[in-house]
C-alpha cells in the first residue's frame, strides 16, 4: 500500500504526505517507545537524554572525527545511564486506568520528539534533509522548536504532577 499516493488523492501535496508519513510513524515509534519502556523507565530515559546532551555540548570538539560518533556517543550514554543507573534516577510515572496510558503515550512522544530533534541537530542539514522534509526539519531543529522540544517534557511533568496531586 503507497501511502503517499492515498494522501496525493486526498489533495495532499508530496511535502505535506511526507510531514504526516512522519508523524504518523513518530506516533508508532512513540507507542513502542512507551510499551516498551514501561512507566517505570520514562522519566529515567528523559533524564538520562538530558544528561547526554549536556555531556557531548562539553566533549571536546577535535576528538570525535565526524557526526556519526557524535550520534553513537549520544545514544551510548542513554543506553549506558539507562543501563548502570537502575537505582540512580528511579522516578516513575504513578497512576492507572485509562487517563494513565495517555499520560504514558504523551510522554514517550515527547521523548521521541526529543531524541529526533537532538538526532537531527547533530547531523549535518543536508544528510538530516534525506531522511526529512524541509519543513518537518525546521519542526525539529530550529532554535526556538529546538528549544520547545528540550522543555516539553519538563512542563508535562510538571502539569501532571499538579494534577495527580489534586
Known amino acids: ?13 508530496s511535502k505535506t504526505s511526507q510531514d504526516v508519513m512522519l508523524f504518523l510513524a513518530i506516533a508508532l515509534i512513540s507507542f513502542v517507545f512507551g ?6 523507565k520514562l522519566i529515567t530515559v528523559l533524564i538520562n537524554i538530558y544528561v547526554s546532551v549536556a555531556l557531548l555540548g562539553v566533549f571536546p570538539k577535535g576528538i570525535l572525527p565526524d557526526y556519526t560518533y557524535s550520534l553513537m556517543l549520544f545514544f551510548g ?9 537502575k537505582k540512580m534516577f528511579e522516578i516513575q510515572l504513578s497512576g492507572s486506568g485509562k487517563g494513565f496510558l495517555w499520560r504514558v ?24 534533509l534525506g531522511y526529512v522534509s524541509p519543513s518537518s526539519y525546521d519542526y525539529l531543529v530550529s532554535p526556538n522548536f529546538a528549544f520547545f522540544w528540550m522543555l516539553a517534557p519538563l512542563v508535562f511533568m510538571f502539569l501532571i504532577h499538579k494534577r495527580i496531586l489534586r
Not at 1 to 13: A, E, P, R, T, V
Not at 77 to 85: C, E, F
Open 77 to 85: 550514554i542513554i543506553i549506558l545511564l539507562t543501563v548502570l543507573g
Open 35 to 40: 510499551m516498551s519502556i514501561g512507566r517505570f
Open 105 to 128: 503515550f504523551v510522554m514517550s512522544f515527547l521523548e521521541v520528539m526529543l531524541l529526533l530533534s537532538v538526532a537531527l541537530t547533530i547531523m549535518p542539514k543536508k544528510i538530516a
Open 1 to 13: 500500500m503507497n501511502l503517499s499516493l492515498i494522501f496525493s488523492q486526498l489533495g495532499l501535496s
